[in-house]
């Protein structure tokens, strides 16, 4: 019964994470991509997806505290974050970064500032939040249980 | 006064300063003498003034003469005549309307006696008098009022007698007459007044010499008014010859005027229209008005403003014209500047608004235009997830309902996606982004591959067919993709609306049509004319002419009950001219259409093979090449359903097979066919030809394992559900010729393992595509950058490469830029040039590998046209939007790696 009700919590926490706009169907496609060969491939990509990103932000906030800012430096590493989270699903990082790049290509420092504060909440935001989803799954598999799919109707 | 006015008003209309009609350094001393001062517009100068009577030049024998006979001439006389009489007769009413008022007076009083004597016992009061004229008369009050002050003394009559005596009658009747005689004596003295003032009025002194003062007058005023005029005056006889003129120009003398003509007199443009103009009006006998522009020898070039009118004389006959000319030069020349200026002015104005409206109606239109576009695109990304992952599903477990629902979603969402995908290659036929490109291919290949792929999906019981002249040449240049997509959208049009009989394509050579306007490239290009005909529903007359436009179908009943998204046709009109080509249709209702359309094309040498950039020659082209499929003018195919065979044609509705085979799982396929058994009547022929290939196909698509059939989509499985059952119903009969089953070996050995190449730097996606392509079925090698993508290709014959765009150390287009320049010259000194390390342990580089087009797939973050076009500028052959989806990724490699 437990089971049952953990199950229906995942699907509804995964289901609000897509209306809420932080993942879209790219992730889905991650998912289908998941299977008995793959069991982990969700999460060892996600995980990846973290460890680049942290690595981003860190290099992203060091070049934009320079006293000059080397544009040049800055934008490589928006589009990497933009193609990572894209890639995975991450669309408010994604969205966050479409509009940093508009920034870097107006060379616009303070514009740049606010728009790394933004990715940086969005990345925190979905990172937390598939945290959070990983958690429910690892604790629907150790109770026995199956991995609900997901529901396409969304 | 009226003087005054007239000066008035020329001051106020004409307030500059005119120069002398006439100049006034020619003539003679004495013509030149009019220095009369400037006449102030005082009335009372007017007898100052000095009337040059020099100016005036008349025929003075047969002036006066002229003056008595002609209204005209007399005419003044009369009106001063006229007037003074009138004078007189007012003088003479006046005094006679006084004569008739004090007659009546007296009538009344003398009435009023008659009364009071009759009347025996009148009060004393005698009544005032009865007013006989309306009181409101004004003279008549006056008078009362006079007549009252005047008889104050005698109104009352005193009577000492006592009242009603005979004494008292007497007495008053002796009073009253005593009253009216001295009334009678006034009015006879008024008579007498009066005649002897009538007597001093005639008199008075004759009018003849008021009316020659008058004339003077006149005659001085007119003087007066017209001496420094621009004006021209005279008169001419019945033979136009000049009587009298004023104001002739300074140094023509009398004897060079009067007597003659016009023509005698000057010589130039005008005078003989001007003379013309006065006969015409003397003929005619009416006054009017023409504006003459002299251009004479003697006074250049002036405007006269002429008023001529005819001159009768008392027996109303016509004895010649009086003339009267205005300089208006000036004025003609500013109002024709105004009038060109307002001209100029009206058509700039017309223009400026033209343009507005243009500037404004393109610039809506691009903005429509764009937005589409963009909206277009942002609605594919997600609605081919929907699609996607709608097809993913279908894959999964369904009961039959759910499946059929699916199937309505997925084919729904196909129409919406092939409608947005219309959408944005038509906006980018417009907006001018499309570039065509140039390739080498050959004409014959291409109309069977597109008849094989039509055959494919074919469900009804039609006949394909091809039909090549001999004279079309082997290999020409042109844009084989867009060529091919109006092949293949006007085949599918032609097969949708056709039930039964065939479809077919047609190409011949014809002769340059009139439209093409290039003749340099007459040399070396080719018209080729493609009939697509069928023999289908045909289209009513009627709607013919919107057949081309935009969203536009035959009719509504045509849109619902055949479905599409009516820019087929729009796109691949706009797709021919594009290319410098003409799309037409014929048609007949229910026998069938026929859609025609003409390019040129370059005509290519069709001896080197080994450059064949063809990219649609197939596989089994480069293996076992049979000669024959080169030449071949015909090809037939038949739906699969039904029996497949050929006429003549050496290859048949097989080669298509194998690919879409190989995706499918056996399983799956039973599945298909049991869905849909009407399929699975009359195959048993098909299978002796084809059926060692089939089944080896199964088995190989066994090797790839891991469960790649999932991903078939529910269409495909349809389109191959026939065959495949029929290779399991007829497995037993394995009647195959070995030439057929050794071919289908080798391509399978071929197309089992094909290389391809991931280049991209993001690690993410590197996993994630890494993942799908394991899904499909594939493997891949992955290069970093653009540097390691080319160390690749050199090392490694790749069947496809998946070029990200953006990338450190050197980006995708640069690097397939790269990559196509060692295509076309065999060696990497391009890419050495750029900077890359070639390694050069494999010394044979370029003359190992085949020099076939590698197809490169961009995968790009942006698909704006702007970007897409860069990737296919350098050389891309297509490109994937990211993020890359399965959908996505297997539309490409069913594309490219067939």
Redesign the interface.
């Given at each position: 019964m437990e089971l049952v009700q953990m199950q229906k919590s995942l699907q509804d926490y995964t289901k609000s994470l897509f209306l809420d706009g932080v993942l879209d169907s790219q992730f889905l496609q991650l998912q289908q991509l998941q299977d008995e060969s793959n069991p982990d491939f969700v999460s060892q990509v996600v995980t990846l997806f973290f460890q680049d990103s942290d690595r981003i932000l860190n290099d992203l906030s060091l070049s934009l505290d320079q006293q000059v800012v080397d544009f040049k430096k800055v934008d490589p590493h928006v589009h990497q974050l933009k193609g990572s989270s894209s890639s995975i699903g991450a669309q408010r990082v994604k969205n966050a970064c479409v509009v940093f790049r508009s920034f870097c290509e107006q060379q616009n420092v303070e514009g740049c500032h606010r728009c790394l504060q933004q990715v940086k909440q969005e990345y925190y935001l979905v990172k937390n939040r598939l945290e959070t989803l990983f958690k429910l799954e690892q604790q629907i598999v150790a109770s026995g249980g199956m991995i609900p799919a997901m529901e396409l109707g969304f | 006064m009226v003087c005054e006015m007239e000066t008035d008003q020329i001051e106020e209309m004409d307030v500059e300063v005119l120069s002398s009609m006439w100049p006034d350094d020619v003539g003679t001393q004495a013509d030149n003498q009019f220095n009369v001062e400037k006449p102030a517009g005082d009335s009372d100068t007017l007898k100052e003034v000095d009337i040059a009577e020099k100016r005036t030049m008349a025929d003075l024998k047969r002036l006066p003469e002229l003056l008595n006979t002609t209204d005209q001439g007399s005419s003044q006389l009369t009106n001063l005549v006229r007037q003074w009489e009138y004078m007189q007769d007012h003088a003479v009413r006046l005094l006679r309307e006084e004569l008739k008022i004090l007659t009546r007076q007296r009538e009344e009083a003398e009435a009023k006696e008659l009364k009071i004597i009759e009347e025996h016992n009148f009060e004393t009061e005698e009544p005032e008098n009865v007013p006989v004229l309306d009181e409101t008369s004004h003279l008549f009050r006056r008078f009362r009022q006079k007549k009252r002050d005047e008889l104050v003394d005698s109104k009352r009559v005193v009577i000492d007698e006592e009242f009603d005596t005979v004494a008292y009658w007497k007495q008053k009747a002796l009073s009253l007459e005593k009253m009216l005689e001295a009334s009678t004596e006034r009015e006879r003295r008024l008579i007498e007044k009066l005649n002897e003032s009538l007597k001093t009025m005639e008199s008075h002194s004759a009018p003849v010499e008021e009316l020659t003062q008058n004339l003077k007058r006149a005659e001085g005023f007119l003087h007066f008014i017209l001496q420094n005029a621009p004006i021209v005056m005279g008169h001419q006889d019945k033979d136009l010859r000049y009587l009298f003129i004023y104001n002739k120009f300074p140094s023509l003398r009398e004897q060079d005027i009067l007597g003659k003509t016009d023509v005698e007199i000057f010589h130039g443009g005008g005078v003989k229209e001007s003379e013309d103009f006065k006969r015409e009006v003397l003929e005619k006998g009416k006054a009017s008005k023409r504006e003459i522009t002299f251009e004479t020898e003697l006074f250049g070039s002036k405007t006269f403003l002429i008023y001529v009118e005819p001159v009768y004389n008392k027996a109303r006959e016509k004895i010649g014209i009086n003339y009267m000319g205005m300089e208006v030069t000036d004025q003609v020349r500013k109002r024709e500047k105004m009038a060109k200026l307002r001209e100029d002015n009206a058509v700039r104005k017309a223009m400026e608004s033209e343009l507005t409206k243009t500037i404004h109606i393109t610039e809506e239109t691009m903005r429509a235009k764009q937005m589409l576009a963009t909206m277009s695109h942002e609605i594919r990304s997600?609605l081919s997830?929907?699609v996607?992952?709608?097809e993913?599903?279908s894959t999964?477990k369904l009961d039959k309902e759910q499946r059929q629902l699916l199937n309505v979603m997925i084919s729904s969402g196909d129409l919406v996606l092939q409608l947005i995908n219309d959408i944005l290659d038509l906006s980018k036929v417009e907006s001018g982004v499309m570039k065509l490109e140039a390739t080498k291919f050959r004409p014959r290949e291409v109309v069977k591959h597109v008849l094989q792929t039509a055959a494919a999906s074919l469900k009804k019981d039609l006949t394909l067919e091809g039909n090549i002249a001999d004279e079309v040449p082997i290999l020409v240049v042109g844009d084989v993709l867009r060529i091919r997509q109006i092949l293949t959208n006007l085949i599918s049009n032609a097969i949708k609306f056709t039930h039964r009989g065939k479809v077919g394509i047609k190409l011949k050579v014809i002769s340059e049509p009139s439209f093409a306007g290039d003749k340099e490239q007459n040399e070396t290009s080719v018209w080729i004319c493609c009939d697509v005909y069928d023999t289908g529903i045909g289209i009513p007359e009627n709607a013919l002419p919107c057949l081309f436009k935009k969203y536009m179908q035959a009719s509504a009943d045509h849109a619902r009950k055949y479905g599409g998204t009516g820019l087929g046709l729009a796109i691949c009109k706009q797709l021919v001219e594009l290319m410098g080509g003409q799309l037409t249709v014929t048609s007949q209702v229910n026998l069938g259409s026929t859609f025609t359309f003409i390019l040129p094309y370059k005509v290519a040498t069709s001896d080197d093979h080994s450059d064949d950039q063809d990219e649609f020659s197939d596989m089994v082209d480069h293996h076992q090449p049979e000669p024959d499929d080169t030449t071949e003018g015909y090809f037939q195919f038949k739906a699969l359903l039904g029996s497949i065979y050929s006429n003549g044609g050496p290859v048949m509705g097989s080669n298509f097979l194998p690919h879409k085979a190989m995706l499918t799982s056996p399983i799956k396929l039973i599945n298909g066919s049991v869905a849909d058994p009407s399929n699975s009547s009359g195959q048993s022929q098909t299978v002796q030809v084809e059926n060692g290939g089939y089944m080896d196909e199964s088995e190989s698509a066994h090797q790839y394992g891991?469960?790649n059939g999932h991903r078939c989509s529910s269409k495909e499985s349809e389109s191959c559900s026939s065959s495949q059952a029929s290779s399991e119903m007829e497995s037993e009969l394995t009647v195959s010729s070995p030439r057929e089953e050794e071919k289908t070996e080798t391509e399978v050995k071929e197309t089992s393992q094909p290389k391809i190449l991931l280049v991209e730097?993001?690690?993410?996606?590197i996993?994630?595509a890494k993942?799908?392509m394991?899904?499909l079925g594939y493997t891949m090698d992955i290069a970093n950058n653009g540097v390691e993508a080319i160390n690749a290709v050199k090392d490694t014959s790749y069947d496809l490469v998946l070029m990200d765009v953006?990338m450190?150390v050197m980006d995708g287009l640069k690097a397939t830029r790269l990559i196509r320049s060692f295509e076309e010259s065999g060696n990497w000194d391009a890419a050495i040039e750029a900077g890359v390390d070639i390694k050069t342990s494999e010394s044979e580089q370029g003359c190992e590998r085949s020099t076939d087009r590698l197809p490169i797939v961009a995968m790009t973050?942006n698909t704006l046209a702007e970007s897409s076009e860069e990737c296919y500028a350098n050389g891309m052959d297509s490109f994937i939007s990211?993020?890359?989806?399965?959908q996505k990724l297997k539309e490409c490699l069913q594309q490219y790696l067939q």
């Open positions: - | 997600p997830g929907v996607g992952m709608a993913i599903l999964t891991n469960g730097d993001n690690k993410i996606n996993m994630v993942s799908m394991k899904q953006c450190p973050a990211k993020p890359v989806t399965l």
